[in-house]
């Protein structure tokens, strides 16, 4: 079986080779084939995953290459995790609207349309050379905004494209934990419903008995939680749901902005120098590639939504475990490709599983996955703010998607006009602007002004 890798000299990508090496099964992945565009991060990745697999019998055999088609063709399974525009595009998502007062963040709100428009043209051709030269792969894809990139693929990939994110697996689990419940052993019936980075855990049953009402009325257990300690006792027991920790931004807005305006660096531009590090690092000290490797890991996993928590609160080990959406990867994989069934929560195109939400809309829930893919499981239909904000959310993704795809900063300002988190018409055209100005991605896109 082969996998190929796009965004194959990313950061994350030893993840998922690390998962691969915990398979044992005859029929597993036997080549890897990276892809990116840039060859220096690449060869600093490969070098990762030599290592990574020196000291196992027959790893899978890693290939590389900058050219998409040579990489693409004849691959069982697509994993999609590029960025385009660099992390140096990450930080002009984030200080445009930010300098507007508004919130700047890699997937929600504004910054997460400015990624939109100007990744959604490459994920499409990328989609279209995946139907021409692997037709019968399946495309999983973590590219962000995973919500919107795997909706734009679609149109050329039918139900052969399915998004993943850690984020709701791990929400699933860390609940299961603080109702004292093993999550590795024990079957859980998830009742999860959203978008992308936008959605509720709303009933975890083990056994029949549904354990959430009594989690979210128990601030003890409740404090044990990364999403717990997010959003506090009074306000998950308000909800009677347990959200996305990406919810933070919705519910939390102006602390955030304070809390990221307030620190030296965004997140983008943290990462921008550490990863700069890391590679220059990885370049010079190519055989302590993977110890420097795990090194920075484990410090941007440490920092992860550092805005969200207070200055001296350090992340749980357990909450940074989490659910690895490089195990969500392969779970897919062994599903499709051995028929080995698995339930997990995966983005794909709303079946009326969602009532409310548009046929054909990506959006994310419990699907048991088997040999012909993911089939959606029932989860109790969202209502009320739940269902008003996916739904505004939703209708701002499919206009960045035609933003996008037909070059229109009209259709491009409607949608940031219409986003919940911008506040003014005027506070859209002044952030559109700036993203035209200062990315020169959307600039090519859709013209400076
Ligand atoms: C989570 C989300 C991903 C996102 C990542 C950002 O894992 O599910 O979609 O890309 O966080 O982490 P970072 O270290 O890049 O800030
Ligand atoms: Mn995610």
């Not at 190929?4 to 597993?28: Q, S």
């Not at 700047?104 to 995946?130: D, F």
Request: hydrophobic share 40%.
């Amino acid at each position: 079986m082969q996998l190929t890798i796009l965004g194959g000299g990313g950061f994350r990508v030893p993840l998922v080779y690390g998962a691969l090496l915990t398979d044992d099964h005859p029929d597993r992945v036997r080549e890897v084939v990276l892809h990116d565009t840039d060859a220096t991060r690449l060869a600093s990745i490969e070098r990762v995953l030599q290592q990574m697999g020196a000291d196992h019998d027959d790893p899978p055999r890693v290939r590389a290459s900058t050219d998409l088609d040579e990489a693409v063709a004849g691959a069982d399974f697509v994993f999609s995790a590029i960025r385009v525009g660099g992390t140096q595009g990450r930080t002009v998502d984030e200080r445009v609207p930010l300098s507007c007062g508004v919130l700047g963040q890699e997937t929600t709100g504004p910054g997460g349309l400015a990624y939109a428009l100007r990744t959604v043209p490459v994920a499409v051709h990328i989609a279209e050379r995946i139907r021409e030269l692997a037709p019968d792969a399946w495309t999983i894809n973590f590219t962000n905004p995973a919500g919107i990139v795997t909706e734009a693929m679609s149109a050329v990939l039918g139900d052969r494209v399915v998004g993943i994110c850690d984020s709701p697996i791990a929400l699933a689990r860390r609940a299961a934990r603080a109702c004292g419940v093993d999550p590795t052993t024990t079957a859980l019936d998830v009742d999860y419903v959203g978008l992308n980075h936008l959605g509720w855990l709303q009933g975890l049953s083990a056994g029949g008995t549904d354990l959430l009402p009594g989690l979210v009325a128990d601030p003890q257990r409740l404090a044990t939680i990364e999403e717990g300690r997010l959003f506090g006792p009074e306000w998950l027991r308000a909800l009677g749901t347990i959200p996305n920790e990406y919810l933070y931004y919705f519910y939390f807005t102006r602390d955030a902005v304070a809390s990221i305006l307030d620190a030296e660096q965004t997140r983008g531009e943290f990462l921008l120098q550490q990863q700069d590090a890391f590679y220059a690092e990885l370049a010079a000290r190519p055989d302590d590639a993977l110890a420097t490797w795990r090194r920075v890991r484990e410090e941007r996993d440490a920092t992860y939504m550092r805005e969200a928590r207070e200055e001296d609160e350090a992340r749980d080990a357990a909450d940074i475990e989490g659910g690895g959406y490089e195990g969500v990867a392969l779970a897919i994989m062994a599903a499709i490709s051995r028929g080995e069934a698995a339930d997990l929560i995966l983005g794909v195109r709303n079946d009326g599983t969602v009532p409310g939400l548009p046929l054909g809309a990506v959006v994310e829930i419990p699907c048991r996955v088997d040999a012909d893919g993911p089939h959606p499981l029932r989860v109790t239909a969202p209502t009320g703010h739940r269902l008003g904000l996916m739904a505004q959310v939703k209708e701002v993704e499919q206009l960045t998607i035609r933003a996008s795809l037909e070059r229109s900063p009209a259709l491009a300002l409607e949608a940031l006009a219409l986003h919940p988190l911008v506040p003014s018409v005027t506070t859209a055209r002044e952030m559109l602007d700036g993203f035209r100005r200062r990315s020169p991605q959307i600039g090519a896109l859709l013209g400076t002004p």
